[in-house]
Structures are given as structure tokens and as C-alpha cells.
T-cell receptor, first 112, second 111 residues
Framework: QKEVEQDPGPLSVPEGAIVSLNCTYS??????FMWYRQYSRKGPELLMY????GNKEDGRFTAQVDKSSKYISLFIRDSQPSDSATYLC????????????FGTGTRLKVLA | EPEVTQTPSHQVTQMGQEVILRCVPI?????FYWYRQILGQKVEFLVS????????KSEIFDDQFSVERPDGSNFTLKIRSTKLEDSAMYFC?????????FGPGTRLTVT
């Protein structure tokens, strides 16, 4: 079983839709969770960073963590064509010296 | 807003040649990382660096790879003898307060 599983998509939604992106993981040592957005041939851009189980909101983005199920989600409200990108989840036991493990990324296309 | 920068943006080299990829992290970052991303594949951890030492490295980071922070600002990744399979995007990242920020990457093409 892979340490981090993420559906690669592509996921196509109409503009204004709510998007749900998910990752599952197998290693219970992971305690810190990140969501990145990556445009084609660019570096990953940090969107959300969470530690505890529960929800964290930032503008149109909500990150959700369920450590008991080893499941994390990113919700995008009122999606825009400019949200079209690949969304990567990443996780680590602790920020700092430990490695970060990335999911394969989900390609999202928001249609105008 | 300060950003992580990387040079060059694109490097083409012949198999067997040495390459050095350069990164300038944000000044208040304490931890530094190199990742690679082969085209169409996931971002893979190579190495983490703290207090002028390697903290953790992956199986990919073999004897052909080395990292250095020669002058307190630059952070370099050296590949001693490049192979075709080293062709990838290489990303540098820095971390402060748990948030990890990536540079724009260097595209390495080995021919």
C-alpha cells in the first residue's frame, strides 16, 4: 500500500461548483498536512497547512483532516477557471528535519 | 513578499557531466530541502538540510548527489555524474514555522 494515495483525475467541474479533493494515507506517524497548488511546469504553491483533526478555512479553501480515518480533504468553494491546476497533498510526521511525502496530485479543470 | 529563487531555470547537460543547481531560500528559513519531479510524476523528496548538515535523505539521494550551503545564503545540489534518468524538475524548498515554500524549479535535461 502506498503511503499517500490521491486520485490523479482529471476532475472537470463547471465554474462556481464546489470541488472536493481527497487523500488517504497509511502511516499514522503523519501529523502535519499540507495542500499545494501546482500550475504546469511551476513550483508547488502552499495553499493550506494543518495539524489537528477538524477544519481550517482560508477564503474559498477549507482543509479537513480526519486522523482516525487517515483521510484529508480540500474543498474549494465557488471554483474559478483560474483554479485549474494540479492539487497536491503532502504530509510529514513533524515539520523540519523529516521528509515530506506527496500524493500524485489531482488535476482539476474548472470550465467557464 | 520574499520568494525562494532557483538558477538556472533550465539546464541541459550531457550524460556523465556534473551539474550544480542553485537555490536562494528566504532569509528566515531554517530548514532546506531538495525535491525532484519527473515529468508527469509526483514530487519526490531527495534531502533535508538543517544546521549545515543533512537531516534526512531518500533512497534516490545516492553517492552521486551532494548538498551544500557554502555561504549562508545559497543552497546547492550537485549531481556528480548525470544519468539520463536524472532528467526532471528539481525544486528547492525552505521552511519556517511549519510552512514549506518552494522555488520555481530548475528543469534538468540530460542528453
Amino acid at each position: 500500500q502506498k503511503e499517500v494515495e490521491q486520485d490523479p483525475g482529471p476532475l472537470s467541474v463547471p465554474e462556481g461548483a464546489i470541488v472536493s479533493l481527497n487523500c488517504t494515507y497509511s502511516n499514522s506517524a503523519f501529523q502535519y498536512f499540507m495542500w499545494y497548488r501546482q500550475y504546469s511546469r511551476k513550483g508547488p504553491e502552499l495553499l493550506m497547512y494543518t495539524y489537528s483533526s477538524g477544519n481550517k478555512e482560508d477564503g474559498r479553501f477549507t482543509a479537513q483532516v480526519d486522523k482516525s480515518s487517515k483521510y484529508i480533504s480540500l474543498f474549494i468553494r465557488d471554483s474559478q477557471p483560474s483554479d485549474s491546476a494540479t492539487y497536491l497533498c503532502a504530509m510529514t510526521p513533524a515539520p523540519g528535519t523529516y521528509k515530506y511525502i506527496f500524493g500524485t496530485g489531482t488535476r482539476l479543470k474548472v470550465l467557464a | 513578499e520574499p520568494e525562494v529563487t532557483q538558477t538556472p531555470s533550465h539546464q541541459v547537460t550531457q550524460m556523465g557531466q556534473e551539474v550544480i543547481l542553485r537555490c536562494v531560500p528566504i532569509s528566515n528559513h531554517l530548514y532546506f530541502y531538495w525535491y525532484r519531479q519527473i515529468l508527469g510524476q509526483k514530487v519526490e523528496f531527495l534531502v533535508s538540510f538543517y544546521n549545515n548538515e543533512i537531516s534526512e535523505k531518500s533512497e534516490i539521494f545516492d553517492d552521486q548527489f551532494s548538498v551544500e550551503r557554502p555561504d549562508g545564503s545559497n543552497f546547492t545540489l550537485k549531481i556528480r555524474s548525470t544519468k539520463l534518468e536524472d532528467s526532471a524538475m528539481y525544486f528547492c524548498a525552505g521552511l519556517n514555522s511549519g510552512e514549506q515554500y518552494f522555488g520555481p524549479g530548475t528543469r534538468l535535461t540530460v542528453t
